[in-house]
């Protein structure tokens, strides 16, 4: 079958590295991918929130499905434009129509679900500019540090602990009256802190049926040791050496089951990815936050591990036939360096020409921000390549991951060297 991949990240190579394998596969074609992608399928320059032009595109090269890597497009119901369209409605859309993506495009409308179908999670109320005053005297009755969410999609930003009363309710004004991050926060979240360990635990579902797809950690921090601000990713380990599988069997029972049967009961079609954004406290398992498609970097550390053929998998949550695929997982141990532009997370730049990737022969080179121009690689975003490896164990893949990091060189270029070794 002839499957276009939508997006330009990390997460998009990966899905092109892996569905690029399967003998099911026709052509491949990735919208707008990156330097990287190019080498599974061929590139093609559309806006990812263009869906006329998508649908238009699909209709043209007879693509038979549609894997949407984002959040943008699902949040903004590219799945509900395939269905509204005479001649587009049979194509397969792997992402969730609008309403379900509304799971991570709102921050309340997840907290009140998980709250109706009892799922774990931190407790929490929610404030507007008309309640503003309530939420100022709400913040006096919690606990330090206190956290604040962002109701709407903040690019990953939106997420504040405060360690202060007085830092609290300053930022909850600046949030609510002043916009800090846009019309994402006008509604406000504050909710209790967890103490705890975070990972994530991914599933794929028809909507009826699911797997749960390998556990992943991932690192947020900029500095070694976890400090400084917080990026977008700077690399992720698959499994998680905690997540034992008695724990795992609490994430099932207590919190995948009733999502999956929560959103059958609220009549939510949901056919796709469902990131779990997990605590472990004292080994039960929070929800911190769903998301609505994979994580970047962690989908680079869990594809890899997946050894069932992915289309055939996908197939199966389009056919609503998911629990007939064959499903297996290796017991190798991935782990993923996210190298990054000088600056990142502030200020950086780009169009600096990478080199040696070639020579990169034991790990995986998933790009994320590049672009391709006069037979060069250049970077073209703040994190620009991950690098994974896959190995017999944890201590053995962190450190070709982290070799073959230090092997491609572009200035300005970092990575951490001590991912993953907290848990080693």
Known sequence: MNILIIGSGGRESAFAYKISKSPKLNQLF???????????????????????????????????????????????????????????????????????????????????????????????????????????????????????????????????????????????????????????????????????????VFVLTDGENYKVLPSAKDYKRIGEGDTGLNTGGMGSVSPVPFADQAFLDKVEQRIIKPTVDGLKKDNIPYKGFIFIGLMNVGGDPYVIEYNVRMGDPETESVLVRIESDLVDLLEGVAKGDLDKRSYTVTDKTAATVMIVSGGYPGAYETGKVISNIENVKESIVFHAGTKSENGEVLTAGGRVLAVTALEDDLFSALQQATADAGRIFFQGKYFRTDIGFDLI
């Open 30 to 200: 990735i919208a707008p991918g990156n330097a990287g992608t190019s080498q599974y399928g061929q590139n093609v320059a559309l806006k990812v929130t263009d869906f006329q032009a998508i649908g238009e595109f699909v209709l043209a090269n007879q693509i038979e499905m549609v894997v949407v890597g984002p959040e943008e497009p699902l949040v903004k119901g590219i799945h509900d434009y395939f269905l509204a369209d005479e001649k587009l409605k049979s194509i397969a859309v792997i992402g969730p129509q609008q309403e379900g993506a509304q799971l991570e495009g709102s921050k309340d409308f997840s907290k009140e679900f998980m709250i109706r179908h009892q799922v774990p999670t931190a407790a929490f109320q929610s404030f507007d500019k008309d309640s503003l005053e309530a939420g100022l005297a709400y913040l006096d009755t919690q606990q330090l540090p206190i956290v604040l969410k962002a109701d709407g999609l903040a690019q990953g930003k939106g997420v504040l602990i405060c360690e202060s009363y007085e830092d609290a309710k300053a930022e909850l004004k600046a949030m609510i009256n002043d916009a800090k991050f846009g019309e994402a926060s006008s509604v406000v979240v504050v909710e209790e802190f967890l103490k705890g360990i975070e990972l994530s």
